[in-house]
């Protein structure tokens, strides 16, 4: 009988196109359910987060023009200030509400040569809240110098780009946890929409785990043993609201880029697996690697370290004007 239902279930999974809109209808509504509401964020404490990041990160962009238009963002500020109240009613301070305020007291600054363009009440406010929580400098702007690129080159990068490949015959040199973490930090620089940092990097250190989760990955074979560490990268539904069902996975592709290349920058070999599988199957997954059902699967990455002398693939790239197209 398991037989007979595991065959049903290939044959519709692979054979045919059911599965697949299966899997994207079970995606919408993995979507439906845990990505928050824009006008009401509610009090789940992730949810409320990123809410207040995403109208923190437009307040603070906003200061970032060229020219901002005095008294800007009133309304929104107010809406931020009562959310972010309402975030320190249920969670108590911390880092985000530190953001928060941190921000307000830039635009407070910026409007200290215009103070006309802020009605009092809301002045008031504004300072008010302000002056609960210290300094931190953690939000809004910082002052950068052209000559600061100067150290830079388009030729270095394009060096150190074409030598990263995918490497799928590692040494079986052992990688510490602290290299990963310190190798994750540095690539945590990665852009994301609204500064939501929707991400989440799953670390594996157990040889047998590595090997189990691995066995649910389709592109692995043969070089399985060789694998040291593996991260899966995942994308927090909870990060994302109305129409941004795609953002998750343009920003954790980002997130994913930026550590291979920090792994490339330490010396380390490392190889993305695709994670693209029916809905069903990423569940199993996600159960066996402990990942929450809010988080959608972008990509494992295996690590391991660099052997003296080894073959990659060519991957030859198209030609440029295959690609690049002047409008
Ligand atoms: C999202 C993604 C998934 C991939 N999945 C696999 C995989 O499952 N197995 C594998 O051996 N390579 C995988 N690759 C590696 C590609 O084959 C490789 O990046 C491509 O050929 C270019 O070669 P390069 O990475 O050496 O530049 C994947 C790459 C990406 C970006």
Redesign the pocket.
Known sequence: MNWLIHKIHRVVFFRTPIGEVWSILYGLYLHLRFSFNDRSPGKDRAKLTYYLTKHCHILEKGLALPAPRAGFGQKQIIDLIEKTRSYESLHGKDTVTKVVRDTIREYISFHEKNPHALPREFLCLILGFVEEEESAGKGGLKTLEKKMWGSYSLETFKHFLTC???V?DFSNTPIGDATIQEIVHVALNTPSVCNRQGWMIHYYNNEAEIKTLLGY????AGFTDCINRLLIVTGNIKAFTRYEHNQLFVDGGLLSMNIMLALHSAGLGS????TCMPSYKEEILKKAAKIPMNEKLI?MIAVGSLKDKFS??Q?DRYELDHVLKAH
């Open positions: 990263r490949h995918s799928r990955q389709n592109g692995n190889c993305p697996l695709n990509m990659v693939t991957s």
